[in-house]
Nanobody, 122 residues
């Protein structure tokens, strides 16, 4: 499975962005998906996860109520809608796939994509 995240950019605090993660492979619909981020000088941080059906989601406390993950299996794409962005959301965001349910642990994911930069200014 190959993954490509896109949709990052520069936005003012309070603004919104929608990230996309496009996947190759016919078995995409059987994979659970996760979003992680890493800011300069910080460890990788779990953001959100969505199960293969889109029926179950999990969010980090820091983004709960502001971020929403969804997926379109017909398009082999997962989305992360980010609203009310804060400067502390600035990071490189990447997506990953696994088959262990909605998990906040990087070890639950088997394939990782390249990240997309999100920068939130004051």
């Amino acid at each position: 499975v190959q993954l490509q995240a896109s949709g990052g950019g520069l936005v003012q605090a309070g603004g919104s962005l929608r990230l996309s993660c496009a996947a190759s492979g016919r078995t995409f619909s059987s994979y659970d998906m996760g979003w992680f981020r890493q800011a300069p000088g910080k460890e990788r941080e779990f953001v959100a996860a969505i199960d293969w059906s889109g029926g179950s989601t999990l969010y980090a406390d820091s983004v709960k109520g502001r971020f929403t993950s969804s997926r379109d299996n017909a398009k082999n794409t997962v989305y992360l809608q980010m609203n009310s962005l804060k400067p502390e959301d600035t990071a490189v965001y990447c997506c990953a796939v696994g088959r262990y349910g909605t998990s906040r642990f990087p070890s639950s994911y088997d394939y990782w994509g390249q990240g997309t930069q999100v920068t939130v200014s004051n």
